[in-house]
């Protein structure tokens, strides 16, 4: 499954990226940075269901079925930086920013910051190439 979706993705130009591939990919990224930690919490499962129904404008049932497939094509996916890589190729800036800030709210979901969830969303970020200024008022707003 993680293979199919990777060389779909690959294949895709941003402006050709089925809408389901895009919603699977950032579901992905957004369960893996959840799992990081190796405590999948019951809060950031929550918190990735909202952050994709708000995102797609689906309902949060609609939401729970991609977080639902995310989470397979998560376990098959390897430890490796293709993924974000991908990602970064056919999603454009302003997105792939919106994806860090998504990845933000579900890190802070429990309420506990730990040290691996950091180490994987400071890769993401630098893999998906968001500038950390670009993203210091959005985190801010966020934390308020």
Known sequence: MFET???RLKGA???TLPADDARLALATLL???AK???HYAFEEIVKIDEVLAERYDLSI???A???AQAEKVEAQSPECTDFSETVKSVIPYDDRAAIVVAMWKVIMADGVEREQEHEVFELSCSTLGVDPEDLRSKLDELST
Do not use: C, G, N
């Open 31 to 33: 369960v893996r940075i």
């Open 5 to 7: 979706l990777l060389a």
């Open 36 to 38: 990081s930690d190796h």
């Open 65 to 67: 079925k991609i977080r």
């Open 61 to 63: 049932i609609a939401a």
């Open 13 to 15: 130009h941003s402006d």
